[in-house]
């Protein structure tokens, strides 16, 4: 059984007893989380889309802990001008567990 579910604007499959990382949230780690906007649930086969969302389905989730992902470098550069500049960019995550799909 997965689900396809809207956390922070954004879109995930989500199964039973993966992880999922999400944008940060501001929830403590050991915290569990219930999503509602659940767009579409399937059932070994037995799809429901939802309009816009599916009635009376929730993802219900535990909070792991915050991280960080790879970092990005941002290297700007104007030929024959002498100007480059590089920057790096690491995006924070919420690690997720999904407890239960209902």
């Known amino acids: 059984m997965y689900a396809i579910v809207d956390i922070a604007g954004k879109q995930f499959k989500v199964e039973k007893n993966k992880f999922l990382y999400a944008p940060l949230m501001d929830a403590e780690a050991g915290t569990s989380l219930s999503f509602s906007q659940v767009l579409l649930t399937d059932d070994n086969g037995k799809v429901k889309v939802g309009t816009p969302s599916v009635k009376g389905a929730s993802v219900s989730g535990k909070v792991l802990e915050h991280v960080k992902g ?8 104007k030929r024959r001008k002498g100007y480059r500049v590089k920057n790096g960019h690491r995006q924070q995550f ?9």
Do not use: R
């Not at 919420?94 to 799909?101: A, F, G, N, S, V």
């Open 70 to 77: 790879d970092k990005v470098i941002v290297f700007k550069k």
């Open 94 to 102: 919420t690690k997720i567990l999904i407890e239960d799909i209902k």
